[in-house]
């Protein structure tokens, strides 16, 4: 088992900045997938950035794409979302999740998902 805790979301103007974190415990942090998800009031649960276990590939959506980075630091079994340059169909509550055994690219359904952090971007 794997359990995930988000924090640093909050409410930020457009064009602002926030950093997500996410820390896991339960198995070795180095051996899991990571990324983020997010889920906008009425809409689906959609994919937004993974990272493979040794950081070093990434891969992110379309519409976050040069704004978001995902990176991580296994001694702190943490990974992190910098967000800039935000707009106000970026709100959402968006989840941590972890697979030790998918891909950053088939990133899909991981096993383990966080309880979820609101962001919220005026106009």
């Known amino acids: 088992q794997v359990q995930l805790v988000e924090s640093g979301g909050g409410l930020v103007q457009a064009g602002g900045s926030l950093r997500l974190s996410c820390v896991a415990s339960g198995r070795t942090f180095s051996r899991l997938t990571m990324g983020w998800f997010r889920q906008a009031p009425g809409k689906e649960r959609e994919f937004v950035t993974a990272?493979?276990?040794?950081?070093?590939?990434?891969y992110y959506a379309d519409s976050v794409k040069g704004r978001f980075t995902i990176s991580r630091d296994n001694a702190k079994n943490t990974v992190f979302l910098q967000m800039n340059s935000l707009k106000p169909e970026d709100t959402a509550v968006y989840y941590c999740?972890?697979?030790?055994?998918?891909?950053?690219?088939?990133?899909?359904?991981?096993?383990?998902w966080g309880q979820g952090t609101q962001v919220t971007v005026s106009s």
């Open positions: 999740a972890a697979d030790e055994y998918s891909g950053i690219y088939n990133f899909r359904a991981p096993n383990y």
């Open positions: 990272i493979t276990w040794s950081g070093s590939t990434t």
